[in-house]
């Protein structure tokens, strides 16, 4: 399956601990950085359920939003870069 993460981490001023960096570890171990708080790729069942319980676990509900968009197939999809784009070398 096909997935489009998006994030908006609270800053650490609003909280005690910045776990800005923890997600975003987190998600890049299982999808490609294509914007500074967006994610995307191909991801099994599994993983996306292992991901889930683990971003569950380490956001602040009343701070942090985290939306994960599924999709089974992509054909009824397209893909468009206008300007850079930033899944390219930039965060490697």
Known sequence: ?????????????????????RIRKTVEK???RVQFSVFE?????????VLKAILKKEHYSELDSIIIYEFD????SRREV??????DALFS
Request: net charge positive; hydrophobic share 35%; glycine share 4%.
């Open 1 to 21: 399956m096909y997935i489009i993460l998006v994030y908006d981490i609270a800053n650490k001023s609003l909280k005690e601990k910045d776990n800005s960096r």
């Open 30 to 32: 299982y999808l490609t």
């Open 41 to 49: 790729g191909e991801i099994r069942a599994s993983d996306l359920k």
């Open 73 to 76: 197939r992509l054909n009824y």
């Open 82 to 87: 206008i300007g850079i784009d930033k899944s």
